[in-house]
């Protein structure tokens, strides 16, 4: 079992940036062998994909289109952690933002980019931008 905690969030004006990070335990070990993945659900709204993470390096990113060049995802093996970082925000981005594992066995640069293909999951950090 994996446990994902989710930090940083907070409120920012329109265009100042954030740091989330996502610190995992439990299986720790296995935990840099893990694909990992961002995604964000606004209010009304279903979860949608910000950026994911292939295992081991992290050598292999994926953005959605509408964080591309404004978000940066990356991970720290050491620590356990997962980060996002959050430029140039806009009020649009306001959501909840998930961390997620994804275990198994798949090649070393898969990305996941689909809610569907993660088995673990944190509670969430709010992100509240105002224009």
């Known amino acids: 079992q994996v446990h994902l905690v989710e930090s940083g969030g907070g409120l920012v004006q329109a265009g100042g940036s954030l740091r989330l990070s996502c610190a995992a335990s439990?299986?720790?070990?296995?935990?840099?062998?893990?694909?990992m993945g961002w995604f964000r659900q606004a209010p009304g709204k279903g979860r949608e994909f910000v950026a994911a993470?292939?295992?081991?390096?992290?050598?292999?990113?994926h953005s959605a289109d509408s964080v591309k060049g404004r978000f940066t995802i990356s991970r720290d093996n050491a620590k356990n952690t997962l980060f996002l970082q959050l430029s140039s925000l806009k009020p649009e981005d306001t959501a909840i933002y998930y961390c997620?594992?994804?275990?198994?066995?798949?090649?070393?640069?898969?990305?996941?980019?689909?809610?569907?293909?993660?088995?673990?999951w944190g509670q969430g950090t709010q992100v509240t931008v105002s224009s």
């Open positions: 993470i292939s295992r081991l390096y992290g050598d292999r990113t």
């Open positions: 439990g299986r720790t070990f296995d935990n840099y062998a893990m694909a």
């Open positions: 997620a594992s994804k275990g198994g066995y798949y090649p070393g640069d898969y990305v996941a980019t689909q809610p569907q293909e993660y088995d673990y």
